[in-house]
């Protein structure tokens, strides 16, 4: 039996007002903000990012059901249990994964040569959706996955629920044929300056895959801190103790303002470190997404934390403090010392075994107290080392100034483009990350608690991060490896606050790099947005509720039983309505037996404010009492400032015992 919740007076008095003004409610659009167009329907409509080619058949759609399965055979296998495991907590259905014959009602994977478009074959896919099953193809298990992501938007966006929700479970009828624009498509996580645990890692994993990103890049060491153990060699010439690195290292935090010293978060950047058994579960779970790590060790610059725990690393053998402000660009390794490329050397040997991408990131920006020769010497003797570990650089677009190997990848943030173009000549190709767009630390605008302004100071919302070309400043489409969006961490602190400053931004740089040039439009974004909404919130995303997007409210009951004649209580429905507050929502409910409905209590798992978007709302019945047996068709209707809904229950009641 459901307990009986206590019910607001106040509440039950304003449903009725609620409601009756509920068709007048305007929506906000911010200032800036391009206008939306109408939220589309259910289907390739929705989809984000936008797929290369989609159309509706107008076939019947196809249903999942509790006798569904999903049909995965030799390398989609991987595939299909990732499927599955998302599937079964919301439906509630066992969803077997097989390699049988597929029969009606199924989800069927396949990786084979030809699923993909032709001349995609990386991580292209091909879906066909309608009638009897669902069906995923593609080349390499890469392409089947991005297929699953897409499938899995065409599906109810209850699909996201944590718990077990009602159905129907369908899908459009539709073809869709896709392919990524560009093959680097990246994201990075600064967590140096405030520390992020394994598992708000793996949660930052599982946001970005849903939106096909392919590259995480973890910034690993700065002036604040150093975040991973290194283990002391057996060959250790000048008896350094990389023991202190996270001893010593990871005990730093970007906490305040160099220039007034005041908080630069809400808290203290928080502290803590990776060990190598934790980093490989990163890059393990990285991996079963899809998505390849790139770790970066920077310098010669952003190094005092290193500085910091082994004197030797100092030409004068003494220590430098530990800094717990965000001020960067003061300090440098000794570019002419041999004990710099010894301690490198180890640093990367083991971060190289460690890492099975391709890429080691050696960071290269803001050396301000190096001089330009010393810092083309360092650069000179670090390269061999990253080459001769069988990886490839990446650098920040400053370390263009030297002589790059054919094939490095300069990741450019700001400054002149003239040095990147002289490199692309040679055989480089280009991350495109510009500050003022792609930095999802910067304020949405001035009054925003969190993050920095001095990027970009304006109107920095999504729509900012959105309309916008990585192929510009004499830059050809093939000189563009990708984008990565950056999130730096000064003013963040713990995983709510990093989904907060980068979704709906995030999700804008990710359609840029994955969908064609020609087929992006912000207005179509915008209306795209608004009921990705209700599947983040579903997910334990935490994101800004823009106001230039019409967000939607989206509610679903679950059916109940009674073994006779008595109460329902507890709840029994549960809705999104991002950014809401909880006096400007209601809920009825009638219960199907003639009765008159009745206000419902409504609950949040998590307050909306300044820096959350709310969570999922619980309505829960009041103690209400059936009288006879029989099965009762009931609905629950919910008014938010978003818009007005409802969803359909059913209660079974026993005979009277």
């Not at 677009?397 to 190997?405: T, V």
């Not at 930095?439 to 916008?468: E, F, M, N, R, V």
Request: charge should be neutral; charged fraction near 20%; hydrophobic fraction near 40%.
């Amino acid at each position: 039996m459901r307990s009986r919740p206590r019910l607001v007076p106040a509440v039950v008095a304003a449903v009725a007002a609620v409601l009756l003004a509920a068709d007048g409610l305007a929506v906000v659009t911010a200032t800036g903000a391009a206008e939306p167009a109408a939220t589309p329907p259910p289907g390739v409509d929705r989809l984000v990012p936008k797929p290369v080619a989609a159309r509706a058949t107008g076939g019947t759609p196809f249903t999942l059901g509790a006798a569904s399965r999903i049909v995965a055979p030799g390398a989609a296998r991987p595939v299909g249990d990732y499927l599955a495991g998302l599937l079964r907590r919301s439906t509630g259905y066992r969803l077997p994964v097989t390699s049988g014959t597929p029969q009606s009602g199924d989800i069927v994977l396949e990786v084979a040569a030809g699923g993909a478009p032709a001349g995609h074959a990386d991580e292209g896919y091909t879906l066909v959706t309608g009638g009897e099953t669902a069906t995923v193809r593609a080349d390499r298990p890469a392409g089947l996955f991005h297929g699953v992501q897409t499938l899995r938007q065409l599906l109810p966006a209850w699909v996201e629920s944590r718990r077990p929700v009602g159905g129907p479970w369908t899908a459009q009828a539709a073809v869709v044929s896709d392919y990524p624009r560009f093959g680097y498509r990246g994201v990075m996580l600064d967590v140096a300056r405030s520390f992020l645990t394994v598992d708000e890692v793996k949660h930052y994993l599982d946001g970005i895959a849903q939106f096909k990103v392919n590259t995480l890049h973890l910034h690993l060491t700065d002036d604040q801190a150093w975040r991973l153990a290194v283990d002391t060699p057996a060959e250790n010439p000048s008896g350094l103790d990389y023991t202190a690195l996270t001893s010593v290292g990871s005990k730093g935090g970007a906490d305040v303002r160099s220039t007034d010293g005041k908080p630069l978060g809400t808290e203290p950047g928080r502290r803590g470190f990776y060990t190598q058994d934790d980093y490989r579960d990163i890059v393990s779970y990285a991996g079963s997404r899809f998505i390849t790590v790139v770790p970066e060790i920077d310098g010669p610059s952003h190094t005092n934390a290193a500085l910091a725990s082994i004197p030797q690393l100092n030409p004068d053998g003494v220590a430098k403090p530990m800094n717990d402000t965000g001020e960067v660009g003061y300090s440098t390794l000794d570019t002419r010392s041999p004990t710099t490329y010894e301690f490198l050397r180890t640093v990367l040997t083991q971060l190289a075994a460690l890492t099975p991408g391709r890429y080691l990131h050696i960071g290269g920006d803001e050396a301000h107290v190096t001089s330009h020769d010393d810092y083309l010497d360092y650069l000179r003797r670090t390269l061999p080392i990253v080459g001769g570990l069988g990886k490839t650089a990446i650098g920040w677009n400053e370390y263009a100034a030297a002589d790059l190997p054919a094939g490095s990848l300069i990741q450019y943030w700001k400054g002149p483009m003239a040095p990147v173009l002289t490199q692309v000549a040679r055989g480089a190709k280009v991350i495109m990350s510009p500050a003022a767009i792609t930095y999802l630390d910067q304020k949405y605008t001035a009054d925003t608690p969190i993050g920095l302004s001095w990027a970009c100071s304006g109107g920095c919302d999504y729509d900012h991060s959105y309309d916008w070309n990585p192929v510009r400043d004499g830059l050809r489409e093939a000189d563009v490896a990708g984008v990565e969006a950056a999130l730096w961490s000064e003013t963040v602190r713990g995983i709510d606050q990093a989904d907060w400053l980068g979704y709906p931004r995030l999700v804008s740089v990710a359609e840029v790099g994955w969908t064609p040039q020609d087929r992006r439009d912000v207005r179509d974004f915008t209306a795209r947005l608004a009921p990705l909404g209700t599947r983040l919130t579903l997910q334990g995303v935490d994101f800004r509720p823009s106001p230039g997007v019409r967000w939607t409210t989206d509610v679903r009951a679950g059916d109940s039983a009674l073994p006779g004649p008595g109460a329902l209580s507890g709840g029994i429905a549960w809705f999104t309505a991002p950014g809401a507050a909880p006096d400007r929502v209601a809920a009825l409910i009638d219960f199907g037996d003639g009765s008159a409905p009745v206000a419902g209590a409504v609950t949040r798992e998590r307050p909306a404010g300044a820096l959350s978007a709310g969570g999922v709302f619980t309505v829960t019945a009041p103690g209400h009492r059936y009288t006879r047996p029989g099965t009762f068709s009931g609905r629950v209707t919910v008014t938010t400032p978003l818009g007005r809904r409802s969803a359909p229950f059913t209660v079974t009641v026993g005979p009277p015992r």
